[in-house]
């Protein structure tokens, strides 16, 4: 089974659809699950 993508890998994608990181955000009692939040670039 193939790992997750990491944190950078995720946020390459959403570059290249032209979304913009504006947070991330990690679960307490799980490191390795995050949430992040995006918007559009203008």
Avoid at 19 to 30: F, P, Q, S, V, W
């Amino acid at each position: 089974m193939k790992p997750p993508p990491s944190n950078s890998e995720v946020s390459d994608i959403a570059r290249k659809a032209g979304l913009k990181k504006i947070a991330t955000r990690h679960l307490t009692y799980n490191r390795n699950e995050f949430t992040m939040f995006l918007e559009r670039e203008a």
